[in-house]
């Protein structure tokens, strides 16, 4: 005899959507036991599940589409000096949705520069580089260094202008480093030009790095578990708990918006080429998550160039050393979030004041 919850899920049930649920639960045991699916359900806090605890997942999605449209932009670029320009520009008049897709590669890189640094923002704010996390933060300052790379050579890659400065920009860093900078000069290898090296670094070397990276990321996150909240005081009650499979489907649920919101940008604004470069000349400034080190170059020269980015990675780096306090609150660690807010705004000063200045030509004499 039917149990009265089996009769009232019947009868709340049509026999399409029981069929269905049927056939959903038998494809998910199969998968299941083939491919252990249901190790992806172990116990979050259900605060892992708001938008600020999901912006990691969300620049991994962003990197999926750079990935995926990387590899189509690939079968139609030429690496070479003599033919990059014009290769970009058959990609965007003649290759099969060329123009769409070089888009989604522009737009998806500037999106998740800025998912990126409000991960850390979120992850400086939470303290959730503290101890046993320290070494899952130096892995993020490797990814943002690593996303930083790819940002440059993406850069030069396009061999406009601003590309073409770039690249200028990198010879003379490498004659800064002396042998430490041997790869990035001309002279490492005379049989293949730099442009092809930078590509070459652009589509293997750096998302080997990235590859390698994020593996160590994920596995500390599932290691140690999600950070805790930003706070010192005992919880009242016990956490309320959820599944990492629910925080993996909204994970996928906010960075298919991504997607998406990627795909509008692309038709309504396709990304920028520039005029073939004009060897001599200095007029272009670096995009916008570079313009903060403009004005130390304008003052410097490209020693303020470099050493003001590495001082910036240095700093973040510094974070759970300096921080050895056992206090989460942003209460009780005011002066470090004074610090880093005065950071944030000295960079976004620079930024301004190099975006509304005219460019300065800091090679060419």
Do not use: C
Not at 12 to 20: C, D, F, K, Q, V
Not at 85 to 104: E, K, N, W, Y
Not at 120 to 135: D, N, T
């Amino acid at each position: 005899m039917a149990r009265p919850e089996e009769i009232q899920l019947r009868g709340s049930i049509s026999p399409t959507s029981g069929r269905l649920t049927l056939w959903w639960d038998s494809t998910w045991r199969g998968l299941d036991e083939r491919l252990g699916l249901s190790a992806f359900s172990y116990p979050v806090p259900e605060y892992a599940n708001r938008l600020p605890y999901l912006l990691g997942g969300i620049t991994l999605m962003g990197f999926i589409i750079l990935f995926a449209t990387g590899v189509w932009l690939a079968q139609f670029y030429h690496p070479h000096p003599s033919e990059a320009h014009s290769s970009v520009v058959f990609i965007i008049t003649q290759a099969p949705l060329g123009d769409i897709v070089r888009s989604l590669h522009y737009w998806g890189a500037n999106i998740v520069v800025l998912t990126v640094l409000l991960h850390m923002m979120r992850i400086y704010w939470a303290a959730s580089y503290k101890r046993p996390r320290e070494g899952n933060w130096l892995i993020g300052v490797g990814l943002l260094a690593v996303t930083t790379g790819l940002i440059f050579t993406g850069t030069v890659l396009k061999y406009d202008q601003e590309g073409f400065e770039a690249l200028a920009h990198n010879r003379e860093v490498a004659n800064l480093l002396g042998f430490l900078g041997s790869w990035f000069s001309l002279e490492f290898s005379l049989s293949v030009p730099l442009l092809t090296r930078l590509y070459i670094g652009h589509i293997t070397i750096l998302p080997g790095l990235f590859t390698l990276l994020i593996l160590g990321h994920l596995f500390l996150i599932k290691y140690h578990s999600i950070s805790p909240r930003p706070s010192d005081e005992p919880a009242a009650v016990p956490e309320r708990m959820s599944r990492f499979t629910v925080h993996l489907r909204r994970m996928i649920g906010f960075g298919l918006l991504l997607w998406a919101g990627l795909g509008v940008l692309s038709v309504l604004a396709p990304a920028p080429l520039g005029l073939p470069a004009v060897p001599g000349e200095e007029v272009t400034k670096p995009p916008w998550m570079f313009l903060w080190l403009y004005p130390l170059e304008n003052v410097w020269g490209v020693q303020g160039l470099f050493y003001g980015g590495l001082l910036f990675f240095a700093l973040l780096a510094l974070v759970p050393f300096v921080d050895r306090s056992p206090y989460r609150s942003p209460r009780r660690r005011r002066w470090l979030l004074a610090a880093g807010g005065i950071l944030f705004l000295a960079l976004v000063v620079l930024g301004l004041y190099a975006w509304a200045t005219v460019p300065v030509a800091h090679l060419v004499e």
